[in-house]
């Protein structure tokens, strides 16, 4: 067991017990095991993969209840351009239906503090919704900035409005761009700031939180950062420790798809660097790092990588296989 | 309304020295009174059976650690130390020290410590062959082995080491009721205590080990700068005595089943599925407690919201509802599933870090012992809650 990654071929097979419209273009999945038995625990911020009948694998932040065992809520936006599994999902995907649940990993986690200020952006509300919760419950203080399209296009509402004038809901045709640097103050310790949404809202996080003190600033991307050109252009060979097999893997083809044409199967999902399962002990080698999970300091100990999107600065790497 | 069945009720005392040296026929006779059991001595309630244990240990919003995971309840006693960020801690304030924790002992970790055990248990076993057949195997073995490399991976300086033993023992004693056990270590308490805190200081810790990640993770904001010692002094509650009668129990498990340790000479890669076969058997870590969060069914029965449960991991672990032949030490058993190193979100932490321990020492002795017998009397050590080993004499033949 790791930290961040459960045996990925622990798939459940949950059954969709709920489904409910939140906003227009926001439906809450509810899921639970066909016994009704528990199921794994998780904390706030973390998602799971949801492998639909279509066979298509996403991945969605719960948004439900931890004190709830027996029941897991992902809130899902419906994308008209995305790949199809948001519109699955909506328009196929019904009450009674089973579904495999990957998970949950947590890349997000809530970390101890006295205060924190979240903000959010349309979807990215879902994993924050647990954690404002979670504030709540420990007396922390707290403050949460939403901003979406309109109004009608923002989910749960009705929940935040309990917690009063902690919560700014800011639509962008009422009141325009959310005002970061307003609602962030200026920079000081002892605060943590939780972002989620849409990359020109994190990009600008970013900058707004420039000059806070180091780790102030906490995010989850679900499209992994553009990391620009690869390290190398050229061939580069990884050799399996276990086996001595050595394989070279060319510039447009993923660490990934090498090894499984050499039958050395890596459990992955997201092949984008999100998701964690792929994660690969590295023996030696600098890896070209190009997910979107590892923080600055776990990418300079270059003891592990995902290898769906990673690559390699050397002209060789050794993994753990 | 369901009906509410009337729970059995049994005077045994499970502290007593006379459980303490032979729980077995106690255990037994607490799984067969029914699911849970009043224990009127200390008025709580208890589990001996696999399923009920199991269920309870995961149910972590039904049977909460918060309030102590001893007799002692917290709601109205006041605990004899800061309470675990880990071990009686509740989520949502468990889940960052755990987190951390669990990164810090988890697998690309230890893989950086696996290669230096192995030479360390290698050097260790040469050194007590070098000179005898015949040794306790306590002292020059179980304890001596994590004493050599689990203070180096925490970062601990070389004086006060023998304090480890001690205080441990007295923490665990602690769990139990104020009997003459917690009496007896009372004495040292205050001194045992304040050496250990003292350790878990950030200046106290080599740049590199367990203490140095714990607060190298602090610093990126992961845990608070206070909680970095309070996770620190846990490695040095829970990280030693456990594993030295983990030890002790797979030894003792040997010298007592030459075939199995056959088995082990001609397999060495069953070590892993040794130590764990002998951590159901043995159950190191006897008990634990929870405090019901509300009335919570366990069978028929209803224990009332606020009482304390006493979990019998190691009956648990031989109940025969659950295990063929339990009471056999067999290593074509699969042992996974046991509660030894108890289940759920409070599972043991640092069990990878016992694992290897045992496989480095295990291997170790296996390229150099053909058999390994008792050599005389064994002499077991009372705890309230560990099942020990005082003195394990062995005689051995080379390979």
């Known amino acids: ?321 | 309304m369901t009906a509410t069945a009337t729970i059995p009720t049994s005077d045994v005392d499970p502290f007593s020295h006379e459980v303490l040296e032979d729980p077995l026929a106690m255990h037994a006779a607490l799984r067969e009174a029914g699911p849970v059991v009043h224990l009127a001595r200390y008025d709580v309630y208890a589990m001996a059976r696999y399923a009920e244990v199991h269920a309870a240990l995961v149910d972590w919003q039904g049977f909460q650690s918060a309030a102590g995971v001893g007799m002692s309840n917290f709601r109205y006693e006041e605990p004899w130390r800061p309470p675990s960020l880990l071990l009686e801690a509740d989520p949502p304030r468990h889940d960052a020290p755990r987190r951390v924790l669990q990164k810090v002992l988890g697998p690309r970790a230890l893989r950086r410590l696996s290669e230096r055990w192995r030479a360390d248990a290698e050097a260790l076993v040469d050194e007590v062959l070098a000179t005898r057949t015949e040794f306790d195997a306590v002292p020059v073995l179980t304890s001596a082995f994590p004493l050599r490399v689990f203070p180096d991976a925490v970062g601990l300086g070389p004086e006060g080491r023998e304090n480890l033993l001690p205080y441990g023992d007295h923490a665990f004693n602690a769990f139990g009721p104020s009997n003459d056990l917690v009496a007896r270590g009372a004495p040292r308490v205050a001194e045992l205590s304040g050496w250990v805190a003292a350790q878990c200081r950030r200046e106290a810790l080599a740049p590199e080990g367990f203490g140095a990640d714990i607060w190298a993770a602090s610093d990126r904001g992961e845990i608070t700068p206070e909680m970095a010692p309070l996770v620190v002094r846990s490695l040095l509650t829970a990280g030693v005595d456990t594993t030295v009668h983990g030890l002790s129990a797979v030894l003792y498990a040997f010298a007592t089943h030459p075939d199995q340790w056959a088995r082990l000479r001609s397999d060495p890669s069953l070590a892993r599925v040794a130590f764990d076969e002998a951590v159901r058997w043995e159950s190191p870590v006897q008990t634990f407690f929870r405090t019901a969060t509300t009335d919570v069914r366990i069978g028929d029965a209803v224990v009332p919201e606020g009482r304390k449960i006493l979990m019998f991991l190691a009956a648990a672990n031989r109940d025969p509802r659950r295990w063929a032949d339990p009471d056999a030490f067999d290593l074509s058993r699969d042992p996974s599933g046991h509660v030894g190193f108890g289940m759920g979100i409070h599972q043991c932490v640092g069990q990878h870090v016992a694992r290897l321990e045992a496989e480095s020492l295990l291997t170790a002795l296996a390229r150099r012992v053909r058999t390994i017998e008792l050599a005389g009397p064994t002499v077991r050590h009372h705890n309230n809650t560990l099942r020990a080993w005082e003195s394990i004499p062995v005689r051995t033949t080379p390979a």
């Not at chain 1, 639509?171 to 943590?192: H, I, M, N, S, W």
């Not at chain 1, 970013?206 to 679900?222: G, H």
């Not at chain 1, 553009?226 to 447009?252: K, N, Q, S, Y």
């Not at chain 1, 790092?289 to 923080?295: M, T």
């Open chain 1, 1 to 321: 067991m790791t930290a961040t990654a459960p045996p990925a071929t622990d798939v459940a097979t949950l059954r969709v017990v709920g489904k409910q419209v939140r906003a227009d273009g926001v439906l809450t999945l509810d899921l639970a095991a066909p016994s009704g038995g528990r199921l794994r625990d998780w904390t706030p911020g973390s998602h799971v993969d949801l492998v639909l009948p279509n066979g298509l694998t996403r991945q969605y932040s719960l948004c439900g209840d931890r004190f709830d065992p027996a029941t897991y809520r992902v809130g899902v936006l419906l994308e008209p351009d995305g790949r199809g599994g948001s519109a699955y999902v909506h328009h196929e995907l019904a009450v009674g239906d089973v579904v495999g649940v990957g998970g949950p990993r947590n890349n997000f986690p809530l970390v101890p503090s006295e205060s924190y200020l979240f903000v959010a952006g349309g979807i990215g509300i879902t994993p924050l919704l647990p954690m404002v919760r979670q504030a709540a419950v420990l007396g922390a203080d707290w403050r949460l900035l939403y901003g979406g399209r309109q109004r009608r296009s923002m989910a749960f509402l009705d929940e935040l409005a309990a917690y009063g004038d902690r919560v700014l809901v800011r639509p962008q045709d009422e009141t325009g761009l959310l005002d970061l640097a307003g609602f962030l103050g200026a920079p000081r310790a002892g605060v943590r700031v939780y972002a989620c949404g849409p990359a020109p809202l994190l990009a600008a996080m970013e900058a707004a939180c420039a000059d806070w003190p180091p780790y102030t600033l906490r995010t989850e991307r679900f499209v992994a950062v553009d990391g620009g050109a690869p390290a190398r252009t050229t061939p580069f060979e990884v050799e399996l420790a276990r086996t001595g097999t050595t394989v070279t893997v060319d510039p447009g083809t993923s660490v990934l798809d090498a090894l499984g044409r050499v039958g050395v199967e890596v459990l992955s999902s997201c092949r984008r660097g999100v998701c964690g399962n792929c994660e690969t002990t590295v023996l030696a080698g600098r890896p070209d790092h190009r997910d979107a999970l590892l923080d600055d300091d776990e990418r300079a100990a270059d003891d592990c990588m995902y290898v769906c999107v990673s690559r390699s600065r050397d002209d060789r790497l050794v993994l753990d296989l």
